[in-house]
């Protein structure tokens, strides 16, 4: 059976465009992606640190804030069998979509939370600017039983956020996300900077979420034992683009792109101590890339061709995408 | 030379630039004055500007223009010795008690909130009045100076007591710098901007200042300054009786003056600000 | 072995608060052990679990409350204070985060000149210059792309490369290597990792490496403490410590390693501590709390160590 498609982007492109004193500078944070999220899936984003995953998401969830411009392509939502271009909407129906139909965990987020009023509050007025005319006695109930529903203690609406745990602020703003229960959940680094135990405790809630929800997260993170342990299909991005994306079981048992390979040979486990190398150089500056495919300067079978053509991301294998050329000369 | 050509870029420091430059041209032209600006009736009196008197003259006989010279020179010149020394006293009063941290940095900081709470301009001007007689340019200056820096003395304590908490502190430590060298090398790049931004606007607050105090009447009147002359010209009910050319002229570049220093201010903290300095190295 | 550094009853007791409301914080309580020459030795736990506190009573960037730390059997406060750039040669560190390491507004090198000029190591410039390109071949950078540049203008895999070069300056025998992975992109990760590998082999460097990381824990060390709260609950060679934990806490800590196989999956579910500070002012065991195993008496006593298949254990389970 074909799954539902929820969310696809068609060759978008997104460039921060910076003015530095006089001179343009223009970085290619998201450049020509094409991805299709399913329904009831987990979709991992990977990548390292400035490789435009969380550009990918804002311009997924539509804040494109100068300096960050849309340069090119699409986004479409798949909602209630109609399609909807993020694009090209106006300011109020983008509105009506956001929390009820996608909802955004950003970088961070468990340090938003208003410090000086009790949790409570958060959720209420989180309520009332989306559902509007209920009482605020209402609007607590929702609230205490969307916590239960999550398994988290209803007694924290009455804290203050500094009284929480870092690991409890980051599943409240995960629960405050999920309030209006949304067909996807987009989730910006929603464990790092949290401790092993209580990154734990954050996975065990998004994956409960979706297992009762049956929606869709689109989980971007650097670390690729988070994405091993919870996606059910990886992106790996490099340098804007997306490389390689795979079924999370096939990407780590056969990973095709030469970055892919190193990004999971490279990791420890416990009981291997053979010696783990990881890829020479380091990764480009979105400002300045290189001529071809952004990884030849790093890449050990770089080909004469890589030098100045990019390659395309394609199926060389079902449900195995990836960019390299090297899959083109086998 | 460079920064001067980035900086030139930039409209609002061009304009700033170029009024300070003619204004520091007049200050330096007050040396080949042909009139002493100590004595009256030297010229014809109350004329409009003229070809021989291109501001006009006084109803003290003097030439608007030449007078105008001297003022700069004078206002300029005690705003500097305010700036500087109040920026003196406010860099060492933060580092050391950003950087030393408790009992020294108690008591610095009890010092400058004595000085945030006193109301300042009242005590100015008793001393002001006190010390009319003896109070010259370069005294007035230190006064101006001595109550001039507790609020930057706060501002560069706390960016210090962020910077200490920095990993390239304790890896200067570990390359074995001493207190001082690592206070200089490490931290002063960070407070230049800082510095900077406060010394124009502590200098345009001298400035300023002094023309409040002329106008009171607790400087004296006789030492030419954009403040004096002023005075001198309401004095003589200059405005009432028509001679704007000599009440506009200290007027008109007064407010040049402060737009100028304003602008330039704003111009050089963005440009001097870390983050943007950052990435312009990194672009080079 | 030969014993390099030992910290013995180390205790360090922050007041927070205002002159009427004090509150203490333990954040290294009672901790010992011994860094022998030369091996790996890792210190691991969460955030606030008093590592990165330890790292800075060593360096002497902290004063300790209570307890010594003893460089080569005598206690470094004594040797600080009589030559302060004997310990600085001696013992030398690593930061967590590479773009903070050097300052922003300098140049990188002008920290390698310093240290030589400093620490009286060379005299003039082309000696300094030698020992320089020297260390930098040791951590695989070379002299030409390195000088005159701004930290910007380098990546953070670099930057982490040039502060181990310029640790190494000074010929230590113990480096201390604060988190200095965690900030380094994933895919330059074990090149630096390996680099620490290289110190111990190469050039017989001890290092003390902290982290939250036990996979390169695991991959690089020789023996290892986990630190919970301030104490240290289970000290011993990392290979048994992590293939058959013993405490409780490092028990829980190992199972929730998310591991880069999609194969192994939790199986049980975690409880989570709901505030951190009630933690810390727990008397008895700190773990007590969430510890699937808790007795009466970890609640009032604090367990002693106790001595299991060559790891000492925090702990009553093992009495």
Redesign the interface.
């Known amino acids: 059976m074909r799954l539902q498609t929820v969310i696809s982007t068609k060759e978008l492109k997104s460039y921060y465009v910076l003015d530095v004193f006089g001179r343009e500078k223009v970085v290619k944070a998201v450049d020509d992606i094409n991805i299709d999220v399913y329904e009831n899936e987990i979709y991992g984003i990977a990548g390292e640190s400035g490789c435009g995953k969380s550009t990918l998401l804002k311009a997924i969830f539509g804040i494109i804030d100068p300096p960050l411009r849309l340069i090119a392509g699409k986004v479409l939502y798949f909602h209630n069998e109609q399609v909807y271009d993020l694009y090209s909407l106006n300011s109020d129906s983008r509105r009506s979509l956001r929390w009820k139909f996608i909802s955004y965990v950003p970088q961070g987020s468990m340090n938003v939370l208003n410090p000086v009023v009790k949790i409570k509050e958060t959720f209420k007025d989180f309520l009332d600017s989306h559902l509007k005319g209920k009482t605020k006695n209402e609007y607590y109930e929702m609230a205490k039983e969307h916590l239960t529903n999550l398994g988290l203690p209803p007694k924290i609406l009455e804290a203050y956020p500094h009284q929480l745990s870092g690991g409890m602020r980051q599943r409240v703003t995960i629960a405050l996300a999920t309030l209006l229960n949304p067909k996807i959940i987009i989730a910006d680094e929603p464990t790092t900077a949290l401790d092993v135990v209580t990154q734990r405790g954050v996975i065990q809630l998004l994956r409960d979420i979706q297992s009762t929800l049956m929606n869709t997260i689109v989980l971007v993170t650097h670390d690729m034992g988070v994405q091993a342990t919870m996606s059910t299909r990886i992106a790996v991005m490099y340098a804007g683009k997306i490389i390689e994306e795979a079924p999370t079981t096939k990407l780590f048992q056969d990973p095709k792109h030469p970055y892919t390979r190193y990004l999971i040979h490279s990791l420890p486990k416990f009981g291997d101590k053979s010696k783990r190398s990881s890829a020479p150089g380091s990764p480009p500056s979105l400002a300045a890339l290189p001529p071809g495919c952004a990884f030849h300067p790093r890449c050990p079978y770089a080909l004469e061709k890589c030098k100045s053509e990019i390659p395309a991301l394609r199926s060389y294998e079902p449900d195995h995408k990836t960019a390299c050329w090297l899959m083109e000369e086998r | 030379m460079k920064v001067l050509k ?1 900086l030139l ?2 409209g609002k420091f061009a304009f700033g630039f170029f009024v300070l430059i003619f204004l520091i041209f007049l200050a330096f032209l007050s040396f080949f004055s042909p009139y002493d600006p100590y004595r009256w009736n030297v010229v014809p009196r109350d004329t409009p500007p003229s070809w021989s008197h291109i501001l006009g003259t006084t109803s003290r006989g003097q030439d608007v223009f030449w007078e105008l010279c001297f003022a700069v020179r004078n206002s300029l010149a005690m705003s500097l010795i305010a700036g500087v020394f109040s920026r003196i006293i406010a860099i060492l009063v933060g580092m050391v008690a950003g950087y030393r941290g408790g009992m020294a940095d108690r008591f610095l900081m009890f010092l400058s909130d004595s000085f945030l709470v006193l109301p300042l301009f009242l005590i100015i001007v008793l001393i002001g009045s006190m010390a009319k007689a003896r109070l010259s340019l370069v005294s007035l200056g230190l006064l101006l100076g001595v109550f001039g820096w507790a609020w930057d003395a706060r501002v560069i304590r706390s960016q210090v007591l962020s910077l200490r908490e ?3 502190t ?9 207190t001082m060298s690592l206070i200089f ?2 931290y002063m ?2 407070l230049t901007p800082l510095v900077f931004a406060t010394f124009i606007g502590n200098v345009s607050w001298a400035i300023g200042m002094e023309i409040t105090l002329a106008i009171l009447n607790v400087f004296r009147i006789e030492i030419p300054s954009l403040g004096t002359m002023l005075q001198w010209a309401l004095n003589y009910q200059a405005l009432l009786l028509g001679y704007w050319w000599w009440i506009g002229t200290p007027v008109v570049t007064s407010v040049m003056l402060f737009i100028a220093l304003y602008l330039l201010s704003i111009s050089i903290s963005e ?1 001097l600000d ?1 983050r ?8 080079a | 072995m030969k014993k390099l550094l030992e910290v013995q009853n180390l205790t360090k007791i922050y007041s927070m608060g205002s002159i009427f409301s004090r509150t203490k914080i333990t954040a290294v309580e009672d901790i010992s052990f011994t860094v022998g020459e030369p091996e790996i030795f890792t210190l691991a736990g969460e955030s606030g679990c008093g590592k990165t506190t330890t790292a800075k009573i060593i360096l002497g960037f902290e004063e300790q409350t209570s307890g010594a730390v003893m460089y080569k059997d005598e206690p470094i406060k004594n040797l600080r204070r009589g030559d302060r750039n004997k310990v600085l040669r001696e013992i030398q560190a690593v930061f967590q985060n590479p773009f903070s390491t050097f300052n922003p507004l300098r140049t990188v090198d002008s920290y390698f000149y310093e240290t030589l000029i400093n620490l009286k190591i060379a005299s003039n410039r082309k000696e300094a210059e030698k020992k320089i390109a020297e260390k930098l071949q040791a951590v695989g950078l070379s002299f030409e792309e390195f000088s005159q540049r701004y930290p910007s203008e380098f990546s953070g895999g670099q930057l982490q490369r040039l502060s181990i070069a310029r640790a190494l300056l000074t010929d230590p025998s113990l480096i201390i290597a604060d988190e200095p992975v965690s900030m380094v992109d994933a895919s330059l990760r074990m090149s630096i990792v390996n680099l620490f590998k290289d110190l111990k082999e190469r050039y017989d460097v001890s290092v003390i490496y902290i982290t939250h990381d036990l996979t390169t824990a695991y991959y690089i060390s020789d023996r290892m403490a986990v630190m919970f709260r301030g104490n240290i609950v289970e000290m011993g060679p990392a290979e048994e410590v992590l293939s058959n934990p013993k405490h409780p806490y490092t028990r829980l800590l190992r199972e929730s390693v998310p591991e880069p196989d999609p194969e192994k999956q939790w199986t049980t579910r975690v409880h989570l501590a709901e505030s951190e500070h009630e933690e810390y002012l727990q008397t008895g065991c700190k773990f007590v709390a969430r510890c699937p195993l808790a007795m009466e008496k970890c609640r009032k006593l604090t367990p002693p160590h106790f001595e299991v298949n060559g790891t000492s254990v925090k702990c009553f389970l093992y009495e």
Do not use: H, N, W
């Not at chain 2, 304790?170 to 001493?178: C, E, M, P, V």
């Not at chain 2, 943007?276 to 990194?282: D, N, P, S």
């Open positions: 980035d870029r930039d920095r990993d390239f304790y890896t200067s430590l570990l390359s074995g710098a001493r090398k490490e790049p960070f440009y870390p943007m300095r950052v990435q312009r190295i990194g672009k």
